[in-house]
């Protein structure tokens, strides 16, 4: 397929087909140079000069997998965002099924904290966030991952959880939304904003402790 003959996805990212063996190499390797260079430099200040130095790959070649600087920085981003919540286990079974829904809630809460408070993750947040003008379909696909990948299965698991008597939960999406800006939201924000703030461990659990009961004292029936 030629470059400059676009197939897109859903969202309006390129779908680049892989190549096979030593083409899907320097293919590979042209993806991590420019997910490096991006990260570090952001859409506009990320030179192709510096991707080409960082694969070892000729611009030639970067170009005719490609296309374009555009191209690339939207088939790399777009391929890596559905990958960021790769370590986090699927919500629902856990919760709905859990014999202490309030430590499991505290325990869920906080490994997705952990996750989503990693540098990498958070430098790809950043770059998502600074070309939401110019890339609108990598902020949508980045909330679609997101919910399928995190708030879904929440949303199945209360909603189960409401069926028994568990919970009281008439808006399950809601509640989900409300678990996370009360346990999340304020530990994400900062460190969207002030990459280098050191949230303690302590102050974590306390924060996502609170937030949780804050959820419970809502929901919870006492069945």
Known sequence: MAAGKDVLDEYGI????????AASRKRRAIIDAALTEFLSEGYSA???????????????????????????????????????????EPADSTIADAPDLRAALVRLTTDRARILLRPDIMSLRRLVIGEMDRFPQLGQLWYRVSYDMNNGPL?????????RGALDVPDPELAVQQ????TLGVPQLVRTFSPEAEIEEAELERVISSGVDLFLARYATGA
């Open 179 to 182: 678990l996370v800006a009360a």
């Open 46 to 88: 990320a030179s192709m000069d510096a991707i080409t130095a960082r694969s070892g790959v000729s611009k030639a070649t970067i170009y005719k997998h490609f296309g374009s600087k555009e191209r690339l920085f939207l088939a790399v981003i777009g391929g890596v965002l559905p990958m960021t919540y790769a370590d986090l």
């Open 155 to 163: 949303v199945e698991a209360f909603t189960e959880l409401s069926a």
């Open 14 to 21: 390129p779908v680049i087909p892989d190549p096979a063996d």
